[in-house]
């Protein structure tokens, strides 16, 4: 079966660094996103890797290994308006994303 | 960038009653129309996939009579929760695609929130 997982929940402190892991298992693989989705709405796009390797994007940094199955979603100089659930979702073999359950994030001052 | 937006952002209907939700494209035509059901926690979940001009392709274990799905135009998919019940309660996103954009593109709606009494 297809599966992505990341943690249910984590907590930081503003203006601090951190990591959100994503592993994941699917048949095919035509990339992975990372979405941000504050409460009660709906996910907007913070990145997109389809190649090994590190894409920086301001504040935050996706990194991908297909080999490992595994991605990672870094924030750098946490603020307080980070604190929302990070989905990871990769796109299958027939482009349809699998979407994992989210990552709530907690900043604390 | 690429707009899409849903009508109602919020709905309170009563048991038995049908709802429909609009997602529009803004600034771009949508040949591919995709609706999501998010459950309080959970992950976002697939209903169906939608192309403009033909009939609507659903998940497994999504019922289509319930579910109705119309793509009349490039710029308009509906979805109508017919004979809704409290458990149909749920945070209803769409989202959308343009002829040229790449594959893995998909611009969402804000959502529509749906409370079933």
């Known amino acids: 079966g297809q599966n992505i997982d990341q943690p249910t929940e984590m907590t930081a402190t503003e203006g601090a660094i951190v990591q959100i892991n994503c592993t994941y298992q699917t048949s095919g693989f035509n990339g992975l996103f990372w979405y941000q989705q504050h409460a009660g709405e709906a996910p907007t796009f913070l990145s997109y890797?389809?190649l090994d390797g590190l894409e920086e994007k301001g504040r935050f940094s996706s990194f991908l290994s297909r080999s490992k199955g595994y991605s990672y979603l870094l924030l750098k100089e946490l603020q307080m308006k980070d604190s929302a659930s990070y989905l990871c979702a990769v796109m299958d073999s027939n482009y349809q994303l699998i979407w994992g359950a989210g990552t709530k994030l907690i900043i604390k001052p | 960038g690429a707009v899409v937006s849903q009508h109602p952002s919020r709905v309170i209907c009563k048991s038995g009653t049908s709802v429909k939700i609009e997602c529009r494209s803004l600034?771009?035509?949508?040949?591919?129309m995709f609706w999501y059901r998010q459950f309080p926690k959970k992950s976002l979940m697939l209903m169906a996939t939608s192309n403009e001009g033909s009939k609507a392709t659903y998940e497994q274990g999504v019922e289509k009579d319930k579910f109705l799905i119309n793509h009349a135009s490039l710029t308009l998919s509906t979805l109508t929760v017919t004979s809704a019940h409290p458990e149909d309660s749920s945070f209803y996103i769409c989202s959308a695609r343009g002829p040229g954009q790449g594959l893995e593109t998909q611009y969402f709606g804000p959502g529509t929130r749906l409370l079933v009494l």
């Open positions: 890797n389809v």
């Open positions: 600034d771009f035509q949508a040949t591919t």
